[in-house]
Nanobody, 121 residues
Framework: QVQLVESGGGLVQPGESLRLSCTASGSISSINTMGWYRQAPGKQRELVAYITSSGNTAYADSVKGRFTLSSGNAKNTVYLQMNSLKPEDTAVYYC???????????????WGQGTQVTVSS
């Protein structure tokens, strides 16, 4: 019913950039927030950045000043521009959408399949 399609991951060297994209489609009445989380091997999942329906953004301290989250022209689409990538940014990045299936229902979370980002010399 709901699908989050992610793209843009890959292998880059330290200091280089990547741009991730995520598009949510399906039975969605309205989106509260969309964002990105990441999970490195042996580590817990952590918030990277999120954007609200009003366009407000928030970032983890570890990526602040290097990553930029923005909404696309298409509905329910977000981009994560990742600059000055570091080896510690290596992780599987998961798109998250917090939304309501229909007006009057509670908020729910839905996750993308994940895209691998590897930063290595």
């Amino acid at each position: 019913q709901v699908q989050l399609v992610e793209s843009g991951g890959g292998l880059v060297q330290p200091g280089e950039s990547l741009r991730l994209s995520c598009t949510a489609s399906g039975s969605i009445s309205s989106i509260n927030t969309m964002g990105w989380y990441r999970q490195a091997p042996g580590k817990q999942r952590e918030l990277v950045a999120y954007i609200t329906s009003s366009g407000n953004t928030a970032y983890a301290d570890s990526v602040k000043g290097r990553f930029t989250l923005s909404s696309g022209n298409a509905k329910n689409t977000v981009y994560l521009q990742m600059n000055s990538l570091k080896p510690e940014d290596t992780a599987v990045y998961y798109c998250n959408a917090n939304f309501r299936y229909r007006i009057g229902l509670p908020l729910v979370d839905y996750w993308g399949q994940g895209t691998q980002v590897t930063v290595s010399s």
